[in-house]
Antibody, heavy 125, light 108 residues
């Protein structure tokens, strides 16, 4: 079955860095567009970043642009989020999620259909 | 950027009640609107995509409608397992992808 498993969260000081990983299984990862979404404690959902299936197209939310970098390794079925210059307001549960796919020339996108369980990032001194 | 609003922010209803949540976009987004359910401590789950399409495996008591700027999500007969927060999400002209602020549903 489809599985997305995030790792790499933890406690980090303001200004520090962290790299999140998301291991995918149960589907053809290289066909899928992927995203990171976060949720601050007690708050709503905030989209963070998007990467196309090949990695050629990348988008970021303004709140993380210039500080976070999304990447993927299709050979390893893995998605990553490098987070630098972390701030207290980056404290959140970070989810990886699929955002559509192209399979055999048929494409769909726009909705997050598979989600991981999330990994907590806490930025605090 | 397209802003999403939801109302109400919370509601309390009885088992068996019909529950309706509205979502409004700050500009026309056609039918590029999805609905998610999030239970406490869990990841969100896709329920409705493209405004009115029921995701595979989702009970038929959930439905969605609307286009343009105004959308509605309905639970036809509220069940105890439907206690959750519900979010709308738009994907027209991304980036960014934006979510509504959520509607918390509980049992009266």
């Amino acid at each position: 079955q489809v599985q997305l498993v995030e790792s790499g969260g933890g406690l980090v000081k303001p200004g520090g860095s962290l790299r999140l990983s998301c291991a995918a299984s149960g589907f053809t990862f290289s066909d899928y567009y992927m995203s990171w979404i976060r949720q601050a404690p007690g708050k709503g959902l905030e989209w963070v970043s998007y990467i196309s299936s090949s990695g050629s197209t990348i988008y970021y939310a303004d709140s993380v642009k210039g500080r976070f970098t999304i990447s993927r390794d299709n050979a390893k079925n893995s998605l990553y989020l490098q987070m630098n210059s972390l701030r207290a307001e980056d404290t959140a549960v970070y989810y990886c999620a699929s955002f559509g796919a192209c399979t055999n020339g048929v494409c769909y996108n726009g909705y997050f259909d598979y989600w991981g369980q999330g990994t907590l990032v806490t930025v605090s001194s | 950027d397209i802003q999403m609003t939801q109302s109400p922010s919370s509601l309390s209803a009885s088992v068996g009640d019909r529950v309706t949540i509205t979502c409004q976009a700050s500009q026309d987004i056609s039918n590029y609107l999805n609905w998610y359910q999030q239970k406490p401590g869990k990841a969100p789950k896709l329920l409705i995509y493209d405004a009115s399409n029921l995701e595979t495996g989702v009970p038929s008591r959930f439905s969605g409608s609307g286009s343009g700027t105004d959308f509605t999500f309905t639970i036809s007969s509220l069940q105890p397992e439907d206690i959750a927060t519900y979010y709308c999400q738009q994907y027209d002209n991304l980036p960014p992808i934006t979510f509504g602020p959520g509607t918390k549903v509980d049992i009266k």
